[in-house]
């Protein structure tokens, strides 16, 4: 069974600095990897998706996903308050199992002006 | 981004009674999903759902859930009778294809007295 751990559980960064999220997955098969964040009573808001090694930037947000370390990495630039939010790690593997996601606790993300 | 509408927010029942939680996926997915978030836990994939049909489900997906959409309305996740380990946040979702982003919405919390 897939298991996805997040790191840190919180992370404090001033506005401006780079933020750094980690994620390990479990499943070496898993091809299909989303960043997500969540702010508080709101819907889950995808920032970026990934599925081959690399990088892949949408706007300030950058993943980094490396399988056979099974490690995926969120890297947001320049970091607003606006920003604080509970980001998750989403990892599945499309063919059978369709859109079914695993997901990690979240890291807790609080940015200082 | 795509929205997906979840009502109501937040429903108080008492143990036994039967509870309908209400999704109004985005107009042109194709598929739709229930994820289960019991607090302090991480989200758990409980439900598939396409062309009318439950794809897969996980072990949380007790004989008392049942999901369907009606004439192409909202999708609907059904629990009767409810007891008190359903108190959870249920997120719906939806997405055009199976290897297509799953969009969220702000999840229903369901409180079993």
């Known amino acids: 069974q897939q298991k996805v751990q997040q790191s840190p559980e919180s992370l404090t960064v001033s506005e401006g600095a780079m933020a750094s999220l980690n994620c390990t997955f479990s499943d070496g098969t898993s091809n299909n990897f989303r960043w997500y964040r969540q702010h508080s009573a709101k819907g889950l808001e995808v920032l970026v998706s990934i599925f081959s090694d690399g990088e892949k930037e949408e706007g300030r947000f950058t993943a980094h996903l490396n399988r056979a370390n099974l490690h995926v990495s969120l890297h947001i630039r320049e970091p607003q308050p606006s920003d604080s939010a509970v980001y998750l790690c989403a990892v599945s593997r499309t063919g059978a199992n369709t859109g079914k996601l695993t997901f990690g606790h979240g890291t807790i993300l609080r940015v200082h002006p | ?113």
């Open chain 2, 1 to 113: 981004g795509p929205k997906v509408l979840q009502i109501p927010s937040h429903q108080i029942i008492d143990m036994g009674q039967m509870v309908t939680l209400n999704c109004d996926p985005v107009s042109n997915h194709l598929y739709f999903y229930w994820y289960k978030q019991i607090l302090g836990q991480q989200m758990e994939f409980l439900v598939n759902f396409y062309n009318g049909k439950v794809m897969e489900k996980s072990k949380l997906f007790k004989d008392q859930f049942s999901v369907e959409r009606p004439d192409g309305s909202y999708f609907t996740l059904k629990i009767q009778p409810t007891a008190l380990e359903d108190s959870a946040v249920y997120f719906c979702a939806s997405s055009l294809g199976r290897r297509n982003t799953l969009y969220f919405g702000a999840g229903t919390r369901l409180s079993v007295l």
